[in-house]
Nanobody
Framework: VQLQASGGGSVQPGGSLRLSCAASGSIATCGNMGWSRKGSGIHLEMVAVISEVGVKVYDDSVKGRSTISRDNSKGTIDLQVDNVVPDDASVYYC????????WGQGTLVTVSS
């Protein structure tokens, strides 16, 4: 499975960020898919997860202002975060959980006015 993330860039506080991820290869093997972002230090923190049948889970930091969506026929997974705050600035990674974890290359989001 190959994942290509796009949509990063500069966002103003209070604005919206929209990220897209295109999967290719054996995407039918993807169970859960989601987005994570680089947290403090070197660890990654989960932002949102969507199951193969559309069950969604959000981290508390974005809950209520974020939407994750998935199109299995197209092999895409999108993330929108509204009312962006400075803490949303990070490198975002899409991923697919199959026989192993597959990761996109990361896309940078900065938050500035």
């Amino acid at each position: 499975v190959q994942l290509q993330a796009s949509g990063g860039g500069s966002v103003q506080p209070g604005g919206s960020l929209r990220l897209s991820c295109a999967a290719s290869g054996s995407i039918a093997t993807c169970g859960n898919m989601g987005w994570s972002r680089k947290g403090s230090g070197i660890h990654l923190e989960m932002v949102a997860v969507i199951s193969e049948v559309g069950v969604k889970v959000y981290d508390d930091s974005v809950k209520g202002r974020s939407t994750i969506s998935r199109d299995n026929s197209k092999g895409t997974i999108d993330l929108q975060v509204d009312n962006v705050v400075p803490d949303d600035a990070s490198v975002y990674y899409c991923w697919c959980a199959a026989d192993q974890m597959y990761w996109g290359q990361g896309t940078l989001v900065t938050v500035s006015s």
